[in-house]
C-alpha cells in the first residue's frame, strides 16, 4: 500500500502569514493612504469634508517651486548625508583591511570592533545632549580647548553658525555609524573564499593590490546594501537634528523628515501638505535606489549574458541555415 506524502508547503505560507498581514497593515497601507492624501486638502485637527482637489498635484507644485523651506530642507537633507557618508564608508573601509589582514594579525579585535561600535547603540538623545554641552557657549569644553591652545581669543558660538552647526550634525551621523558600517564589511570580507587571497599571496600579491583587486570586488553586494541603506537612512534623517539643533540655526540643519513632521504636527496640521513632501522624498528614494543599483550592477554577469544570448542566436541560425 502507498503511503500517501506530506505536504510541507503550506507551513510556509502558514509561517510567514504573520509578516505579511504586518506588512500590508503597518506598511502598504499607510503609504497608499499617505499616497492618496497627497491629491486632497486633508488638514486640521477638526474634521471637515476631505475631497480631491480640482488640479490633483497642486500640494506637489506648491512644494516644489513655492515653498522655500522644503526646497532648503532637500539641500540640507542632501548636504549633511553626503558630508557624513563620504568620511564614513573610507574609514570603514580602512578599517576594515585592518581588521581583517592576516598578515598584521591584529590582537584584541572583538574589543576594538564594541568601541567602534558603541556609538551607534548610543540614544539620539544622550548624543544631543553630550554634543551640546560639548560645544556649549561660552564655557564648553571645546571652547575652552581652543582657547587654551590660542586658536581663538574669544569663545566661539559653534552652534549658532550655519557652517560648524552644520559640520557638527554630519560628524554627529558619521560617529553614530561607521562603526555599524564597518561591522558589516568586515562580515563580507569573512565571507569571501579564502583560497581567493591565498591565490594572490602565492602570486605576490601586496596587501594593497590584494585589497583593490580582490576584497572590493568581491564587497559589491554588501557596498550596494550599505549604500541604498545609508542613502535611505540619510533621507530620512530625523533625530540628531531635531534634538540637537531643532533645525537651526536659520533652518541650515532643517532635513525633509524634520519638515514634514512640522507640516503634518506643528502650525495648521497641513496632513495633504507632509503627505505631498512624503511622496516626493519617496519617489526621489526610489530614483537615487534605481541608479545605484544600475551603476553597481555587475557588467561581467552582463556580458556574459548577452554573449551567451548572441551564441544561441548564432546556433539558431545557423540550424535554419543547414535545413
Known amino acids: 500500500m502507498r503511503r500517501k506524502g506530506v505536504n510541507y508547503s503550506k507551513f510556509g505560507y502558514i509561517f510567514t502569514l504573520p509578516f505579511v498581514l504586518a506588512f500590508l497593515i503597518f506598511s502598504l497601507y499607510p503609504i497608499l493612504y499617505t499616497a492618496v492624501i497627497g491629491f486632497t486638502n486633508m488638514q486640521g485637527l477638526i474634521p471637515k469634508p476631505v475631497h480631491i482637489l480640482d488640479n490633483p498635484f497642486q500640494n506637489f507644485k506648491d512644494l516644489l517651486f513655492d515653498n522655500v523651506s ?4 532637500l539641500i540640507n537633507t542632501g548636504l549633511l548625508w553626503i558630508v557624513n557618508f563620504i568620511p564614513q564608508i573610507v574609514l570603514a573601509l580602512l578599517l576594515t583591511a585592518w581588521f581583517t589582514n592576516k598578515r598584521l594579525n591584529i590582537k584584541g579585535q572583538g574589543a576594538f570592533k564594541v568601541l567602534l561600535y558603541m556609538p551607534n547603540i548610543i540614544t539620539a538623545g544622550t548624543i544631543a545632549v553630550l554634543f551640546s554641552s560639548l560645544f556649549a557657549y561660552p564655557m564648553g569644553p571645546v571652547n575652552s580647548i581652543f582657547e587654551m591652545l590660542g586658536w581663538s581669543d574669544a569663545p566661539i558660538f559653534f552652534l549658532q553658525d550655519k557652517t560648524t552647526a552644520r559640520g557638527i550634525v554630519a560628524f554627529i551621523q558619521f560617529w553614530m555609524w561607521y562603526g555599524n558600517t564597518m561591522i558589516v564589511l568586515v562580515a563580507g570580507v569573512m565571507g569571501i573564499n579564502p583560497a581567493l587571497f591565498e591565490s594572490a599571496a602565492i602570486d605576490g600579491a601586496n596587501g594593497f593590490q ?17 549604500l541604498i541603506t545609508s542613502m535611505v537612512g540619510g533621507l530620512t534623517m530625523f533625530d540628531i537634528p531635531q534634538l540637537f539643533l531643532a533645525g537651526g540655526p536659520d533652518d541650515s540643519t532643517l532635513t525633509t523628515s524634520m519638515f514634514i513632521y512640522g507640516q503634518a504636527f506643528k502650525g495648521s496640521y497641513m496632513y495633504n501638505r507632509a503627505a505631498a513632501a512624503s511622496m516626493i522624498m519617496f519617489v526621489i528614494a526610489a530614483i537615487l535606489s534605481g541608479l545605484v543599483f544600475y551603476l553597481m550592477r555587475d557588467r561581467d554577469a552582463g556580458r556574459m549574458k548577452k554573449a551567451e544570448k548572441n551564441y544561441k542566436k548564432s546556433a539558431k541560425a545557423a540550424a535554419v541555415r543547414e535545413v
Not at 70 to 73: E, I, L, M
Not at 210 to 223: A, D, E, K, Q, V
Open 70 to 73: 522644503f526646497r532648503k530642507s
Open 210 to 226: 590584494t585589497f583593490f583587486r580582490i576584497t572590493l570586488p568581491s564587497l559589491r553586494t554588501i557596498l550596494l546594501f550599505t
